[in-house]
């Protein structure tokens, strides 16, 4: 398997091609490490630039976008027109450094031409996007795992880059294993919802069970339009962050004990803890319609890294 370097003034990286299978990153010198979390993005209108503001004033060290960047339809190549007005114009005041952008794919943005992402990538370096599912581990045990969950949910539809992703994802946790100290799953669709969605069914169900529930530290993900403290399910948080743009209404009350439709992110604060562990700190926050933040909700764990 050929081995790719890459060296830069911020990331120093180990990419095992084809698939990107993983790569090495360096953190920055202040700590805790700051990452963002939106979903649900893409419509270009009031609700997303508000969020944009917002997150503006956050200072994030990355931003994940846990999918559906455009709306309806998503794009149908690198030179979309929708791509101006639903991402670049939104994010224009955050598209400032190197990799910021670290998205996932969501089922509107598989309408049309997922892969197109790959070279909005090539020619934005404040995106970094290699691969449909891609992982990260950093130098201090922090690792993230980024699937392509749409493809999982509609098994019959991409049955064989679901098996691809699935030869991916065994090859890179056997890697990460031993150096990983937090684990996290980003990705668009959730185990569990208290959303209009609802929970995981079918093949992605047991994808989720087999390879993330009971398995990792932290689960982000979006779909449903809300934020929400899903609660802890065999060791695994799961969170969602589905309103970056647009909102609707919970069903039910989340086991986490937190559940707004309300515009608005997740922060996640990841530092060293006792005995070497890492420990995060998650925070959801509140966005009014003045780009105003405010504290919905917070709490925090200490990793296990991958099991």
């Known amino acids: 398997m050929k081995t790719i370097f890459f060296l830069t003034a ?9 698939n990107f299978t993983f790569r090495y990153e360096t ?3 202040s700590k805790p490490y700051k990452f963002c979390f939106v979903g649900d993005t893409g419509t270009g209108e009031k609700g997303q630039k508000i969020v944009a503001k917002a997150l503006e004033k956050e200072n994030c060290h990355e931003i994940r976008i846990l999918g559906d960047l455009i709306y309806p339809n998503g794009i149908k190549d690198e030179n979309d027109s929708q791509l101006k007005e639903k991402f670049f114009s939104p994010y224009q005041d955050l598209l400032k450094r190197k990799n910021l952008m670290r998205p996932v794919m969501g089922n509107h943005d598989h309408r049309l031409n997922e892969m197109a992402w790959i070279k909005v990538a090539e020619k934005n370096r404040f ?15 922090l690792c993230f795992l980024n699937l392509d969950t749409e ?4 098994y019959l539809l991409y049955r064989q880059a679901v098996l ?28 569990v919802s208290s959303g209009e969605h609802g929970n995981a069914s079918g093949y992605l169900k047991r994808f989720l069970n087999q390879f993330v529930i009971g398995k990792t530290d932290l689960f982000i993900s ?19 962050s589905g309103a970056g743009a647009k909102l609707r209404t919970l069903t039910k009350k989340p086991h986490g004990g937190y559940g707004k439709s309300n515009l608005g992110y997740i922060v996640v604060l990841f530092s060293k803890g006792a005995h070497k562990k890492i420990q995060a700190r998650y925070e959801f926050i509140e966005v009014d319609d003045k780009s105003k933040r405010k504290l919905g909700h917070k709490k925090q764990i200490l ?3 991958l099991r």
Do not use: M, R
């Not at 994802?169 to 990705?187: G, N």
């Not at 979006?222 to 969170?239: A, K, M, N, V």
């Open 222 to 240: 979006g779909h449903d339009h809300h934020l929400s403290d899903e609660g802890i399910y065999q060791g695994t948080t799961q969170l969602i």
């Open 27 to 29: 953190t920055p010198s």
């Open 127 to 141: 995106v970094f996007f290699p691969n449909l599912f891609y992982a990260e581990i950093y130098q201090d045990g």
């Open 151 to 154: 493809s999982i949910s509609s």
């Open 164 to 191: 691809t992703q699935l030869t991916w994802l065994k090859e890179v946790t056997s890697q990460f294993k031993s150096k990983c100290l937090f684990s996290v799953v980003v990705s668009h669709h959730p185990y």
């Open 10 to 18: 911020f990331i120093s990286s180990l990419v095992f091609a084809q």
């Open 303 to 305: 990793g296990q890294g």
